[in-house]
């Protein structure tokens, strides 16, 4: 439109438009919004009665706009919006009342310009070092020989007499001499190629000098043409000679880029130059072992590339006794001693042993872990990864070139959260780097970035994606073989600069799917300042909504919903909102490495817990210092004033750069390493990084299956007057999305609506290893306007087993929008899924490589155990995911999928009096002869204390037996899918405990020892470890009940938290009920 009007609001949100309407509390008040669900269209939002009445307006053919009104009103077309507004203050019109109050728009602060001081530096093309690596001079002699004799050969071969004999010998020596010195340069990670480029200047020295005379008589011509003419008065030129001059320049410039890039590719695929083969070296831990309580010296030596894990007396000693990587069953870490390691290892004759080794720190033992994990994955037999692991990185480089070196940055080295050095040589699957204020452009970047992995890993790289926005940069690199598994590639940005124009400020975006997993990635540059909280949470939900990334089948939902694993990194300037004149005091803090104070004052963390922005993201406990504000070309010193025209302006040391992550649910990641770099010094900026461990899904498998989702019941905060419906969306639905019948509502007095909606049956067409993979997207949506009204997600492996209850929260553009409860039964076709590295046995079990305790809080972290198979369980790697609660409400979220568990779950193995009634008695393995195994490691208490070798997730909290009756008692049936079922009654919100969380991370809370309680006598470790089979699960009385974990946020001492082992575990919900029990009926 032309002019203002106040009662036209653009891009607002729905929830905003009714919180507008609510504030003006009279019938009749209006205003009129962009669609959500239709574009160029409009929402006609009318106040009666204190509901919100939703009429979309539409324009057709000829761009005239009408109002979806009542039937049975002539429909009436307008030429611009004033006018329909006008015509509809008339009453009578088929609206619920005529207009008669527009709301006015709330005005928006824009961004102020940043001036800044520095101006961008050009960064120098060329980047050497004298101190590379020297490699074995007489194998690289030959290996250049073999090279130039390959290409001068090649020439040979060649037809040479149409080029001037100048240029013929130039290219001789190029391949004799200069080639080698090329592929020196590659080899030791820097990209540019001197050699080819003396060449091209010999080759293109006419053209160069014929350019310099043109190109100033083309400058003037040029400006002469900036002067605007006449309309009419320009033609297109004509092709002279069939093709013009700029397409003949354009087709040079080609072939230069072209030449480049193969003579670049040839070295590095060259078979003894460039790429040499990448092979992680061999590391030796040296380690303590007890032997009759006297420490002993070991070595432990890992041999990826061979799959041996070697065990020796000394350094130099015989390598005879070695343990292959199939044969290594568990690893086993302490919680209380951090150093501390046990193997779990098959001998030839299908004994299990079991050795305890304590390393030098857990820094010196992850490492370890991560070798052993990587040799695994290396000589696994399975044709597609299950696992992969993602490098995260982001970098505001404050408008200036990078240092010579950058390899701390991307082998996760500095401050915080770290790598050890021996897993210095495991490279990420992945790399996807963010830049801020990138002063470089696209091409460059790009190259420095691969000759920098490739000078780490000794990889080249493969470039999948890279979106540029002004100075704000995203670049996705993947393995080489791990190309033909990336398919759906899309990037896209927003602007949220000034009136959301400018992209100094804004988002870029990259999505993929990688085999059946889909992933996101969005770098973001936020407005800057500490008093703009509120802009920056603005800016965020304009790249939630027009961002446009993933399955444009997906548009109901954001795309927070769209991926199976979305990570959001930048520059997000949040900042400690602290007074400037506790400057000082902070850089104390700082100093002090005492940051939790600082953290709590921490404005994203605080806008997070209100439920503003990240909305169920998950972040690693920060264990860093503030990445901004310093000084260039030192770490030592925070610049917390800046003098400006207005003042002096304060930067407080902040957290501004951060890595956030969300997955589905049941979904395993595990965040290795979170901190920032300290030799990087050219920004003002330190830069951060992350690496991941993530699943990734199996391929679609074609076998018959079947979904039944039934009960479900959505809480609405909203006050439309609509009718509601539910939408499916999955790839594993043979229609792609399934549409429910309209609900019935019920308005309630607090404002929101609760819907009831029937049974649904929906077909899908999958095996067991595919559909247990699986997620549902569910979108809740208005029938007025097909808008959505809150979206969640419910992962199909909770109802593995039987009918399972779910209660998820509901969320639209980040915002919490309501809840959705109701019941999930999965049928799946015969068979079991397929072993995974991360977390399933070859009979199906789960099997996890992580946290594990004992009665007394030992860890466990445990590696594939090729032979064990275990009582399947239900198990969550990110609980937090939807895991906000109603404030102030009776309704607590706790579904299997989003929340943390209740207060009073009962802790298994602490002598509960109602344990055996209660308890998910799966919490030993067991032998053949059905009787448990126990590993049993020296404690401190006693001399030897019992430990379960059980591959489920747990830990220990304190007990709260006494509340086993009433969780046994909320147990429900399934119901029968060929009654139908009545609405629930009111006060049905209390719906009883669903199947457990569990965090799958190589951390956890800290626990204290428990006291030990009495279970049954180990069997001897020669026995083969094995489980009892479904049907026995939970029936053997004398078996120990399974250990479980405190909740996430239970009040305990403040301590400090050691950043190795920083994540929390949550506790076991109670299990499905025992074969042959009988149920409760619902009334």
Known sequence: MSS???????????????????????????????????????????????????????????????????EGVPI??????PELVEAYYSPNMGLITHLQYPVQREEEVDEEPESNNLPPQLPPRNFFTNDVKDSD?????????????????????????????????????????????????????????????????TICKNLNSEISRILPILE???????????????????????????????????????????????????DNIGHRKSLIPLVTFEVKQESLAIPTKMFLKVDVESGKLFLKKSKDGPEDKFFVHNKILQLVKSQRMHAKLVIVAETEKEKVLRKEFTFE?????????????????????????????????????????????????????????TRDDTADQIPHDFYVIGTQEDPLGEREWADTVKGVLRKITNISFKQVAIHTLWNIRIVVLAKPQHENRISHVFSDSVKTGIANTLGNKGAVGVSFMFNGTSFGFVNSHLTSGSEKKLRRNQNYTNILRFLNLGDKKLNPFDITHRFTHLFWLGDLNYRVEFPSTEAEYIVTKIKQQQYQELLSKDQLNMERNDGKVFLHFDEEEITFAPT???????????????AKATGTKYNLPSWCDRVLWKSYPLIHVVCQAYGCTNDIMTSDHSPLFASFEVGVASQFVSKQGGIQIMNCVATLLTKSKTKFFIEYHSSCLESMFLKTLDGENMEHLDGSIKVWFGNQLTPIISDPEYLLDQHILICVKSTDCDESYGESCVALRAAQFNYTEFQITLTHHGEKTGTLTGGIQLRTSEGTPTEKLYGFSPRGGYLSKYLKHDIRGELFFCLLVDRFSVTQTHDISNPSYMGMSYKGGKVVDKGWSYSMPPKHLPIAGEGSKDAKKGGYDVGCARSSNGKPIYFCPRGEDEKVSEMFDNPLYGAMGKSRGKDQDHQQKDLLAPPDPNISTSRPADGDPDRPPLPTPRNRSFTCSETKPQPPTSIPSRASAHKKPVVPTRSEGGMA???????????????????PRDYRESSELPSKHRPPARPGQPQPQRQ
């Open 76 to 81: 009436r077309f307008f030429s611009m919006l």
């Open 220 to 270: 003037v011509f040029h400006r002469a043409l900036d002067q605007q003419l006449s309309p009419g008065i320009g033609q297109s030129p004509k092709q002279v000679g069939g093709q013009s001059v700029s397409f003949r320049l354009e087709q040079l410039t080609q072939l230069l880029y072209s030449i480049e890039d193969k003579v670049r590719w040839l070295i590095l695929l060259s």
């Open 628 to 642: 901004y504000r310093f000084e260039r070309d030192t770490r030592d010193k925070y610049a917390y004033t800046k």
């Open 4 to 70: 203002y009007q106040p009662w036209c609001h653009g891009t607002i949100t729905r929830s905003k438009a009714e919180d507008l309407l609510s504030k003006a509390a009279r019938d009749g008040s209006f205003l009129i919004r962009a669609s959500e669900s239709i574009q160029r269209a409009y929402a006609l939002c009318v106040l009666y009665q204190n509901c919100v009445y939703t009429y979309r307006i539409l324009p057709n053919e000829d761009k005239k706009l009408s109002v979806q009104a009542s």
């Open 137 to 201: 001079p007489k194998s690289s002699e030959q290996a250049c020989k073999s090279l130039s004799d390959t290409y001068l050969m090649r020439l040979q071969h060649m037809d040479l007499s149409i080029i001037p004999e100048e240029h013929h010998m130039a290219i001789q020596e190029y391949f004799r001499n200069s080639i080698c010195l090329d592929a020196e340069q590659v080899q030791y990670g820097y990209p540019n190629l001197p050699g080819l480029k003396k060449l091209t200047m």
């Open 361 to 417: 720190d857990a820094k010196k033992r992850e490492g370890f872990c991560q070798l052993l994990q990587q040799m695994k994955n290396k000589h696994s037999e399975k044709p597609e990864p299950d696992m992969i692991t993602v490098f995260v990185g982001t970098w505001n480089m404050g408008n200036a070139s990078p240092p010579h070196s950058t390899d701390s940055w991307f082998q996760c080295k500095g401050q915080g959260k």
């Open 1037 to 1055: 009385p004398n078996r120990p009940p399974l250990p479980s974990k405190s909740r996430l946020g239970m009040s305990e001492p403040q301590k």
